[in-house]
């Protein structure tokens, strides 16, 4: 099984920053990884796939890189509805695992 | 617009068995896999089973091979997931999702999910 390892498990970001968080992979998936946001009572949503390209609605200040076992999701300027928690999911192999989750806060 | 609805969650004593449904609408239910993905309370995601198009092909992860059985009607635009001889560590809310096929399945749509408490 792929272990996915997010990073860090919290990042504290003000409005208007930045925001980077990590995902490695514990053996190669390519290019198959996803990025999922979720907010508390709320079911996941879909944001990157192929890791980098962006879902149906997704606004441009969401991006992912990376191939292989490194992977980032930035937010550009976070916005207050970006404030969540973050989870990477890698689809190269069976079974399809998520990263523990990167809860993004506000600073 | 896609929307999955959950239903058939609740309180079971260990042992026992639930049948889990969603509803699909706002596509055409038919042309996709379909999967079952939970969260047990506090944590991360868990993917759980996927089925195929037609039904032909079936995935499930190992925790739950044997004791769970996803299943599709596709007259009724409906997925179905069958949790037989539960226990405590099944506890979570169970999303259903519509996945999209690239070597495994990531998921574009979810449903609102719902509560599986496993507890005597």
């Known amino acids: 099984e792929i272990v996915m390892t997010q990073s860090p498990a919290t990042l504290s970001v003000s409005p208007g920053e930045r925001a980077t968080l990590s995902c490695r992979a514990s053996?190669?998936?390519?290019?198959?990884l996803a990025w999922y946001q979720q907010k508390p009572g709320q079911a996941p949503r879909l944001l990157i796939y192929?890791?980098?390209t962006r879902a149906t609605g997704i606004p441009a200040r969401f991006s992912g890189s990376g191939s292989g076992t490194e992977f980032t999701l930035t937010i550009s300027s976070l916005q207050s509805e970006d404030f969540a928690v973050y989870y990477c999911?890698?689809?190269?192999?069976?079974?399809?695992?998520f990263g523990q989750g990167t809860k993004l806060e506000i600073k | 617009e896609v929307q999955l609805v959950e239903s058939g969650g609740g309180l079971v004593q260990p042992g026992g068995s639930l049948r889990l449904s969603c509803a699909a609408s706002?596509?055409?239910?038919?042309?996709?896999?379909m999967s079952w993905v939970r969260q047990a309370p506090g944590k991360g995601l868990e993917w759980v089973a996927n089925?195929?198009?037609?039904?032909?092909?079936?995935y499930y992860v190992d925790s739950v091979k044997g004791r769970f059985t996803i299943s599709r009607d596709n007259a009724k635009n409906s997925l179905y997931l069958q949790m037989n001889s539960l226990r405590a560590e099944d506890t979570a809310v169970y999303y259903c999702?519509?996945?999209?096929?690239?070597?495994?399945?990531?998921?574009?749509?979810w449903g609102q999910g719902t509560l599986v408490t496993v507890s005597s």
């Open positions: 706002g596509f055409t239910f038919s042309s996709y896999w």
């Open positions: 999702a519509r996945a999209r096929r690239s070597r495994g399945c990531y998921f574009d749509y």
């Open positions: 192929g890791a980098s």
């Open positions: 089925i195929k198009q037609d039904g032909s092909e079936k």
């Open positions: 999911q890698q689809y190269n192999n069976w079974p399809n695992t």
């Open positions: 053996q190669s998936v390519s290019s198959n």
